[in-house]
């Protein structure tokens, strides 16, 4: 099973850029797809993104779209997201997780990281 430990997170004004990491252990992080989800206080665990397994796909939540990148570096074992132009609605503890590249539920996916707040101040 695969362990995952996300990195990267931390305040930011509105405008402003985060890269998220998470590092995955085990030799065969190569076959999964990953994804990235958010959940902010009261809330469910929403989708971010995804990634297939040599990163040539990616899907975004549309709340993102065109403001967040999704890619992965099997040789480093490693998930990023690049978030650009950061809004307040952004803020959440972010985490990433194994599942399939279509799924877009939280209850798809498993080997939760323990994830990393971001939090966007106006």
């Known amino acids: 099973q695969v362990q995952l430990v996300e990195s990267g997170g931390g305040l930011v004004q509105a405008g402003g850029s985060l890269r998220l990491s998470c590092a995955a252990s085990?030799?065969?992080?190569?076959?999964?797809?990953m994804g990235w989800f958010r959940q902010a206080p009261g809330k469910e665990r929403s989708f971010v993104a995804a990634?297939?397994?040599?990163?040539?796909?990616?899907t975004y939540a549309d709340s993102v779209k065109g403001r967040f990148t999704i890619s992965r570096d099997n040789a480093k074992n490693t998930v990023y997201l690049q978030m650009n132009s950061l809004k307040p609605e952004d803020t959440a503890v972010y985490y990433c997780?194994?599942?399939?590249?279509?799924?877009?539920?939280?209850?798809?996916?498993?080997?939760w990281g323990q994830g990393t707040q971001v939090t966007v101040s106006s």
């Open positions: 997780a194994v599942g399939p590249l279509w799924a877009t539920m939280a209850s798809d996916f498993g080997s």
């Open positions: 085990g030799r065969t992080f190569s076959s999964y797809a």
């Open positions: 990634i297939s397994r040599s990163g040539s796909t990616t």
